[in-house]
């Protein structure tokens, strides 16, 4: 199975970065390929995954699944014999969702498949699915939602997604959360 993240933000943040890495580290860099990407912007994620300018609609995949938190069906483990891409949107989501999958992921002929209604991070939401097609059911797996990580004295952050426990863990990467330590404003 191969993961088309459309980077979706306006630049790409450090943060991005990081959550990609991530994704890497999940699915493997070649497993990973990014569209809607500049090309100074994929010099610093190349050695990740594969990297094209073009949106993931001008690529004209075959076997293509997007996933939508809006579609009727959700992605279950015999769906691994139907697609060979399924297709995420590299954004960080607005709350509540604005729905904007539909819209910005327009892959002609894709079907659409959700993993809930919930809103989950990219990383997460690409961990669920390789757990999906190597044949876990989504109902097997555990899950928890809004998170608070601290990230200084008597300071934190609130993600409100949710994530995959992983070891008894909500499933983040430790560089995000390294970063967020480091850098105010995030």
């Known amino acids: 199975m191969k993961y088309v993240i459309e980077h979706l933000e306006d630049e790409l943040y450090e943060w991005c970065i990081i959550e990609y890495r991530h994704i890497s580290k999940i699915v493997g860099k070649d497993n990973l390929i990014f569209t809607n990407i500049k090309t100074n912007d994929a010099e610093r994620i190349k050695d990740i995954g594969k990297c094209y300018q073009q949106k993931v609609s001008e690529l004209k995949l075959k076997k293509a699944c997007v996933l939508d938190p809006e579609a009727e069906k959700t992605l279950n483990p015999d769906d691994s014999k139907n697609f060979e891409y399924l297709v995420f949107g590299g954004i960080l989501g607005d709350h509540p969702p604005k729905q904007r999958t539909k819209k910005e992921l327009a892959v002609q002929g894709a079907e659409r498949r959700n993993i809930g ?24 797996m555990k899950f928890i939602e809004n998170i608070e990580i601290d990230i200084a004295e008597g300071e934190s952050v609130q993600f409100p997604f949710k994530y995959l426990i992983v070891a008894g863990k909500p499933l983040v990467s430790e560089e995000l959360i390294q970063y967020m330590k480091e850098n105010e404003g995030f």
Not at 124 to 132: E, F, L, S
């Open 117 to 140: 209604k919930e809103q989950f991070s990219t990383d997460n939401a690409a961990a669920v699915c390789r757990n999906i097609v190597s044949g876990i059911p989504i109902e097997k």
